[in-house]
């Protein structure tokens, strides 16, 4: 059965359907950061995306958004957002979409906050823009979204500057402006990068009750393996621009089917463990311009056999809900424990 005969209940919110993005300069090949890469977002889902820098989350996310760097081009696919291809919108039509149907939080929120405006005024913008509304009356509604989102004593510090502002306070307010327009989606990438551990759990713990206030959908991308699936109903593992595995979360935890995934829970460090006895994975993320032929993790993967370094594995299906791109995942056997 291909992943898209999959019944499921919930209407597909999002698709990216083969999705190649890649840089293009004319004096070199292209560069190919995403490559091939399909997944979905149901409606009132959280998908977790997962994986080592460098490996293409960011780049997906800007992707749907079609805010890409200097230099990178969609080169290949779709993104259907409740069924519409978002790819060949013009950019008054994708401005329509940005910010009221699908929000961004983006990693660093200080690079993102105008200095020399009031944060308050920032999100008030971000409503008054999208519907026309005076700043003054969008003030109100920003006033109730930083109570919502837990920043203390509302009324006075919608008139802060963001460098009166704690780095989890900042997140807040970006979470904030995200939520103003009440989106349909909102794609959060690495939005707990930045903070220390306790902070991250109180972002983690905002998510959760948005969630359960709000009937927005999110994807919610990081590096961290263990914050991801606290959070998400689903994860894609991604890796070298390419999606490795696919399946609910604790499914994925407990019986992953992609040496990839095996590695990425095994370098988890337990309670008792010491620098000494953390596991890393060796090797690196390839580069981009440089990956190596055939499956992409063959130079670092223990289950390599011959063939790996000759063809590029897909997604092959192990059960309703669980993909994997590997030609062995059959010889991952048992040993899979609760990693988290
Ligand atoms: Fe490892 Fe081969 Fe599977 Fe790639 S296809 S993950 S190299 S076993």
């Known amino acids: 059965m291909q992943?898209?005969?999959?019944?499921?209940?919930?209407?597909?919110?999002?698709?990216?359907?083969?999705?190649?993005?890649?840089?293009?300069?004319?004096?070199?090949?292209?560069?190919?950061?995403?490559?091939?890469?399909?997944?979905h977002l149901l409606k009132g889902e959280v998908?977790?995306?997962?994986?080592?820098?460098?490996?293409?989350?960011?780049?997906?996310?800007?992707?749907?958004?079609?805010?890409?760097?200097?230099?990178a081009k969609i080169v290949k696919g779709e993104i259907l957002f409740k069924g519409k291809d978002l790819i060949g919108l013009s950019q008054k039509q994708l401005n329509t979409i940005r910010g009221t149907k699908i929000s961004m939080i983006f990693q660093e929120p200080s690079s993102y906050l105008n200095p020399v405006l009031s944060?308050?005024?920032?999100?008030a913008e971000?409503?008054?823009?999208?519907?026309?509304?005076?700043?003054?009356?969008?003030?109100?509604?920003?006033?109730?979204?930083?109570?919502?989102?837990?920043?203390?004593?509302?009324?006075?510090?919608?008139?802060?500057y963001p460098h009166e502002m704690s780095g989890g306070q900042k997140q807040r307010v970006m979470t904030a402006m995200a939520l103003i327009n009440e989106p349909d989606i909102i794609i959060a990438d690495e939005p707990t990068t930045s903070l220390d551990v306790t902070v991250q759990a109180q972002i983690i713990n905002l998510f959760k009750k948005l969630l359960k206030d709000h009937s927005s959908s999110i994807v919610f991308i990081s590096h961290d393996l263990p914050l991801v699936s606290e959070i998400a109903?689903?994860?894609?593992?991604?890796?070298?621009?390419?999606?490795?595995?696919?399946?609910?979360?604790?499914?994925?935890?407990?019986?992953?089917?992609?040496?990839?995934?095996?590695?990425?829970l095994e370098s988890i460090p337990k309670?008792?463990?010491?620098?000494q006895k953390m596991k890393t994975i060796p090797g690196a993320?390839?580069?981009?311009?440089?990956?190596?032929?055939?499956?992409?993790?063959?130079?670092?993967?223990?289950?390599a056999e011959k063939d790996?370094?000759?063809?590029?594995?897909?997604?092959?299906?192990?059960?309703?809900?669980?993909?994997?791109a590997c030609y062995h995942y059959e010889k991952i056997k048992n040993s899979n424990k609760q990693n988290i």
Request: net charge neutral; with cysteine; proline share 8%.
């Open 119 to 123: 944060v308050g005024y920032q999100v």
């Open 233 to 264: 109903d689903r994860i894609i593992v991604m890796y070298a621009g390419m999606n490795f595995e696919e399946a609910p979360v604790d499914v994925l935890i407990k019986d992953p089917k992609h040496p990839y995934t095996k590695k990425l």
């Open 126 to 160: 971000a409503l008054s823009a999208h519907t026309g509304q005076s700043i003054r009356d969008a003030m109100k509604k920003a006033r109730q979204m930083f109570k919502e989102v837990g920043i203390p004593d509302p009324e006075q510090r919608v008139h802060n």
């Open 285 to 303: 993320v390839p580069d981009p311009a440089r990956k190596p032929g055939g499956c992409p993790f063959h130079p670092r993967c223990d289950y």
């Open 271 to 275: 309670e008792s463990s010491s620098w």
């Open 47 to 71: 998908l977790g995306i997962v994986g080592e820098s460098g490996c293409g989350k960011s780049l997906t996310a800007l992707s749907v958004l079609q805010i890409l760097p200097p230099g």
């Open 308 to 324: 790996c370094n000759q063809r590029i594995p897909f997604m092959t299906q192990v059960d309703d809900t669980h993909f994997t």
């Open 3 to 39: 992943r898209s005969e999959m019944k499921t209940e919930r209407e597909k919110i999002l698709e990216v359907k083969d999705l190649h993005t890649y840089f293009c300069d004319e004096r070199a090949f292209p560069v190919k950061a995403v490559e091939g890469l399909t997944f």
